[in-house]
């Protein structure tokens, strides 16, 4: 059965980190193009970075680079987003999601959720001023 967990979620001030983890099962991370995704209330999901370690390839959106990272453990089927300088604006609901395209699409493409089949349920992360 596949199954996506995310965990690491919580509430910090600004300037805070945190890091979200993304257990796999069912299937294997290394195979896919993994990402994480945000969604705020009243607005749409939008991508924050993907990676797929096969091709070497990640991509960021504008708003988190260089204060995000993201990062797989293949060998604990486990994805990460290493959030640091949080801001307000970063609250929202995270979800890991991942796509058997074989390749990642960057996260700026229109409607990039489009490309990923499976997805966890989400984890909260709320900053506060």
Not at 7 to 29: D, E, H, M, N, P
Not at 42 to 61: D, F, H, L, M, Q
């Amino acid at each position: 059965q596949v199954q996506m967990a995310e965990s690491g979620g919580g509430s910090v001030q600004a300037g805070g980190s945190l890091r979200l983890s993304c257990a796999a099962s069912g299937f294997t991370i290394s195979s896919y193009c993994m990402g994480w995704f945000r969604q705020a209330p009243g607005k749409e999901r939008e991508g924050v970075a993907v990676i797929y370690s096969r091709g070497g390839t990640t991509y960021y959106a504008d708003s988190v680079k260089g204060r995000f990272t993201i990062s797989q453990d293949n060998a604990k089927n486990t994805l990460y987003l290493q959030m640091n300088s949080l801001k307000p604006e970063d609250t929202a609901m995270y979800y890991c999601a991942a796509a058997s395209t074989g390749w990642c699409p960057h996260v700026n493409t229109g409607r990039v959720t489009r490309y990923f089949n499976r997805w966890g349920q989400g984890t909260q992360v709320t900053v506060s001023s």
